[in-house]
């Protein structure tokens, strides 16, 4: 068995967050005998039992030779297999259910929708094993009864994906293997509907737009994304953008994703010149529009302590329910901190204006 050449990878590969996910792609060595497709891969693949490669069948995450199959199709020499499925990390911490309130919008048996806080933390990193969004979600499914996923390390119950810390907004979470792997596929299908509203620094010219850029890693600040629009660095990203107010010195935008990369609205808003507002990462803590009178500067340092984090705010989710077929669609309201914020930039604007005339 030998894995394909990186030139051979399809667009399957491109879209998934690797740090969730893994993508293997697998060619059938020519005197392969003939054997059940999931007792191969559940032999081949570390760290994956017999059922998972089931599931991830049953949810059409697994391909040979671009079709789907069932689980008892039998590998032949010369098949490309194609396989997504989260990922499961070696090094998972010892972690403790904790009574961190959740926005629950909505919950069923096969998985649940949350309205995440600002400043909550998704899931654990080095040093940092209390007060995430997985400890809270613990403490939901071990007190209300809900099943973990089988087989999969507590690190990360039932997470498809993810948003950063100070941002907040809408997250779906599986309740089983099978809506996992359903919702990853749509995932790197792009059928997830997911936009998020922003406040950002300037005067957005165009009233909508698209950006499509790579998304790599900074090259001197490793704490950065950063956008290459020639594509030599990072992985393909687009964000679709629609103006919905404008403040003079910020403006409010809705951004659509079609891909998920990390940093993805930070970074591509930063590219075209309106970096995210108080996004301190990105510069954007900083007065990058306006006038210099203190006046003007003292009104800035009180929106930054309203919104003490980047105005970024995930608000509406939807996608197709791994079970029932049906698709589910939410919405949520932009939070105390984004609102009150907002509301600051459009009494201060009104006023500047009544005061010109």
Known sequence: ??????????????????????????????????????????????????????????????????????????????DKIAVVLPTHPDNVPNLSPEAIPLEIVYEDEDLLV????????VHPGVGNNSGTLVNALL??????????????????????????????GLMVIAKSEYAMTHLARQFYEHSIERTYWALVWGDVIQNSGTINAHIGRHEKDRMQMQAYPDGSVGKEAITHYEVLERMYYVTLVKCRLETGRTHQIRAHM??????????????GDKILKGTIHQKYKLFVDKCFGLLPRQ???????????????????????????????????????????????
């Open 114 to 121: 949350i309205n995440k806080q600002p400043g909550l933390v």
């Open 1 to 78: 068995m030998k894995h394909l050449m990186e030139d051979q990878r399809d667009n399957w590969a491109e879209d998934l967050n690797e740090e969730l996910y893994k993508y293997e792609e697998l060619c059938i060595d020519p005197g392969q005998s003939s054997i059940r497709i999931d007792k191969f891969l559940s032999e081949k693949l570390e760290k994956t039992s017999r059922n998972r490669i089931q599931q991830a069948i049953i949810a059409g995450n697994i391909n040979v030779n671009g079709q789907s199959v069932k689980s008892n199709y039998k590998v032949r020499p010369g």
């Open 270 to 283: 930063k590219f075209i010149g309106h970096t995210l507002f108080n996004d301190a990462r990105y510069g």
């Open 311 to 357: 105005a970024l705010h995930a608000k509406t989710l939807g996608f197709i329910h791994p079970v029932t077929q049906k698709f589910l669609q939410f919405d949520s309201p932009l939070p105390d901190d984004f609102r009150i914020a907002t509301e600051e930039w459009r009494n201060y604007i009104a006023q500047r204006n009544s005061n010109t005339l």
């Open 139 to 168: 403490y939901h499914f071990q007190y209300h009864k809900l099943p973990v996923l089988k087989g999969n390390p507590v690190e990360r119950p039932g997470l498809v994906h993810r948003i950063d810390k100070d941002t907040s």
